[in-house]
């Protein structure tokens, strides 16, 4: 890492930060030279370019773990613009990312001990890949931040590394028409930039694939648990509320008696489902994530139902958690689609056709029968 | 792990491919390969509709309809009345969750 740690670019001259949002300009500017992860400027003959640190801090990783929670991740942003890792001369490799801050750290820390520059596209702190599908991280953006960086005068070669999973995004053919820059796609993954570096730009068929491993699907848990959480929690509370219908009236021991238990249910199965649908996800029967969630919702009910705590308690109530569960499950792991990765929208669509209307029509008998077993008598 | 595989609307022309290899480069599951200089559809069942071969495709040979494969957003999308296609990840710019 370099000593050099001069004043910040923008109180020296203004012109350096040209590549950076006009809108954003010295304001951010000055910050962005004060972020925890810069730590000096590099010279070159457009201006200084911030130097970003190679490690990881504590704050880095609190970071982190807030976005894999969905705290604040919409702050979660890079200054878009050029940066330096190590000292980058005018034949380093040139790389793009996106400004989600936490494909930027994968990208700062794969890089440790090398010298590179790092072009970050503006895709409102969103990842690259799903950046790249909404076509913020796209051939616009890139050719835009190419010119306003100067970068034909920050290098002398003309190769621009872009990740593999930006390419939905851009066109390589139409990015070197515009503004002469040839786009190799580097490999799905950052911790294979070293070896794909080392090769001449050369990735192998591994470093191409997308994989969908268990801790990668592990670590998407707390997000489906957090944004399912809310959905769940509403229901849960309906539950409780309607808990207290009786035939002899509305009582305050329904609710905290049937009330609370069906709550309780409702949010197990969440959880059953939003944890354990990723975890054995290729292990359950089918290809369909909602028949794969389905099947999950009725082992919950038959796990219950083994272990002696009768999910209903009557046979209505019973009736009523044979549909509600696997409709529950089968909703919630066929959410799990968009998160994981091989999943294709006319798929989608076409489970979707059959399963949401199920999914529907259970719920909507499944609380019926719960509903019939508040007013019949031994209902509950 | 494999997907439905019937439903892939993903086609290739090998009549129009000129060996460029991109296809084969940017897809994540290995869908084309380059055998003999040119482009082969070796897994179409495996596609997942992203589009990125299309989209470097300078000789316009591969044509898919090109998506998200995901729920939350198709969701989103039929009860905005919005086409499918726009559909990205049911998440607005400004919005947490996204896949």
Same mark, same amino acid.
């Given at each position: 890492?370099?000593?050099?740690?001069?004043?910040?670019?923008?109180?020296?001259g203004?012109?350096?930060?040209?590549?950076?949002?006009?809108?954003?300009?010295?304001?951010?500017?000055?910050?962005?030279?004060?972020?925890?992860?810069?730590?000096?400027?590099?010279?070159?003959?457009?201006?200084?370019?911030?130097?970003?640190?190679?490690?990881l801090?504590?704050?880095?990783?609190?970071?982190?773990?807030?976005?894999?929670?969905?705290?604040?991740?919409?702050?979660?942003?890079?200054?878009?613009?050029?940066?330096?890792?190590g000292e980058?001369?005018?034949? *380093?490799?040139?790389?793009?990312?996106?400004?989600?801050?936490?494909?930027?750290?994968?990208?700062?820390?794969?890089?440790?001990?090398?010298? *590179?520059?790092?072009?970050?596209?503006?895709?409102?702190?969103?990842?690259?890949?799903?950046?790249?599908?909404?076509?913020?991280?796209?051939?616009d953006?890139?050719?835009?931040?190419?010119?306003?960086?100067?970068?034909?005068?920050?290098?002398?070669?003309?190769?621009?590394?872009?990740?593999?999973?930006?390419?939905?995004?851009?066109?390589?053919?139409?990015?070197?028409?515009?503004?002469?820059?040839?786009?190799?796609?580097?490999?799905?993954?950052?911790?294979?930039?070293?070896?794909?570096?080392?090769?001449?730009?050369?990735?192998?068929?591994?470093?191409?694939?997308?994989?969908?491993?268990?801790?990668?699907?592990?670590?998407?848990?707390?997000?489906?648990?957090?944004?399912?959480?809310?959905?769940?929690?509403?229901?849960?509370?309906?539950?409780?509320?309607?808990?207290?219908?009786?035939?002899?009236?509305?009582?305050?021991?329904?609710?905290?008696?049937?009330?609370?238990?069906?709550?309780?249910?409702v949010?197990?199965?969440?959880?059953?489902?939003?944890?354990?649908?990723?975890?054995?996800?290729p292990?359950?029967?089918?290809?369909?994530?909602?028949?794969?969630?389905?099947?999950?919702?009725? *082992?919950?009910?038959?796990?219950?139902?083994?272990?002696?705590?009768?999910?209903?308690?009557?046979?209505?109530?019973?009736?009523?958690?044979?549909?509600?569960?696997?409709?529950?499950?089968?909703?919630?792991?066929?959410?799990?689609?968009?998160?994981?990765?091989?999943?294709?929208?006319?798929?989608?669509l076409?489970?979707?056709?059959?399963?949401?209307?199920?999914?529907?029509a259970?719920?909507?008998?499944?609380l019926?029968?719960?509903?019939?077993?508040?007013?019949?008598?031994?209902?509950? | 792990?494999?997907?439905?595989?019937?439903?892939?609307?993903l086609?290739?022309?090998?009549?129009?491919?000129n060996?460029?290899?991109?296809?084969?480069?940017?897809?994540?599951?290995?869908?084309?390969?380059l055998?003999d200089?040119?482009?082969?559809?070796?897994?179409?069942?495996?596609?997942?509709?992203?589009?990125?071969?299309?989209?470097?495709?300078?000789?316009?040979?591969?044509?898919?309809?090109?998506?998200?494969?995901?729920?939350?957003?198709?969701?989103?999308?039929?009860?905005?009345?919005?086409?499918?296609?726009?559909?990205?990840?049911?998440?607005?710019?400004?919005?947490?969750?996204?896949?």
């Open positions: 890492m370099a000593q050099e740690t001069t004043s910040n670019c923008c109180a020296e203004a012109s350096q930060c040209a590549c950076n949002d006009p809108g954003a300009a010295p304001a951010t500017t000055l910050g962005r030279m004060d972020t925890p992860w810069t730590n000096g400027v590099v010279h070159t003959s457009v201006g200084d370019v911030p130097q970003v640190k190679t490690a801090g504590a704050r880095d990783h609190l970071g982190s773990a807030k976005v894999r929670w969905d705290i604040g991740r919409s702050q979660y942003r890079v200054p878009p613009g050029l940066y330096a890792v980058p001369g005018a034949d *380093a490799p040139l790389l793009v990312s996106a400004n989600y801050k936490l494909s930027f750290d994968h990208l700062r820390r794969a890089l440790s001990g090398r010298s *590179a520059w790092i072009l970050v596209l503006d895709t409102k702190g969103v990842n690259v890949w799903c950046a790249a599908g909404k076509g913020t991280f796209g051939t953006e890139l050719v835009r931040r190419v010119e306003s960086c100067a970068l034909d005068q920050v290098v002398t070669h003309r190769k621009l590394v872009v990740p593999q999973l930006g390419a939905s995004g851009v066109s390589a053919p139409e990015v070197h028409r515009r503004c002469g820059f040839r786009v190799e796609y580097g490999p799905v993954r950052a911790e294979d930039l070293p070896a794909f570096l080392d090769s001449g730009l050369k990735a192998t068929g591994q470093m191409r694939r997308m994989n969908f491993g268990l801790w990668d699907r592990l670590a998407l848990v707390p997000v489906e648990l957090t944004n399912g959480g809310k959905k769940a929690l509403l229901v849960a509370a309906g539950m409780v509320l309607l808990g207290g219908l009786s035939a002899s009236g509305y009582s305050m021991a329904g609710v905290r008696t049937v009330g609370l238990v069906g709550a309780a249910q949010l197990a199965t969440f959880l059953f489902a939003a944890i354990l649908g990723p975890a054995l996800l292990w359950l029967p089918g290809r369909a994530f909602s028949v794969k969630g389905a099947l999950l919702g009725l *082992a919950f009910f038959g796990g219950l139902a083994a272990l002696g705590t009768s999910p209903g308690g009557s046979w209505l109530h019973a009736g009523a958690w044979v549909l509600l569960m696997p409709a529950i499950a089968s909703f919630v792991v066929m959410n799990f689609t968009g998160a994981s990765t091989f999943t294709s929208q006319s798929g989608v076409r489970e979707m056709r059959l399963a949401v209307p199920l999914q529907i259970g719920a909507a008998v499944g019926g029968l719960w509903l019939a077993g508040l007013f019949i008598a031994g209902g509950h | 792990m494999r997907y439905l595989e019937d439903t892939v609307t086609e290739f022309d090998a009549t129009r491919c060996g460029c290899g991109l296809c084969a480069r940017v897809c994540p599951h290995a869908v084309f390969a055998v200089k040119r482009a082969v559809l070796t897994d179409r069942g495996a596609c997942m509709e992203c589009g990125a071969c299309a989209k470097n495709c300078e000789q316009e040979a591969i044509r898919v309809r090109a998506g998200v494969g995901c729920a939350t957003g198709l969701l989103g999308s039929v009860l905005r009345r919005t086409e499918p296609t726009n559909t990205s990840c049911g998440c607005s710019e400004d919005s947490s969750d996204c896949c």
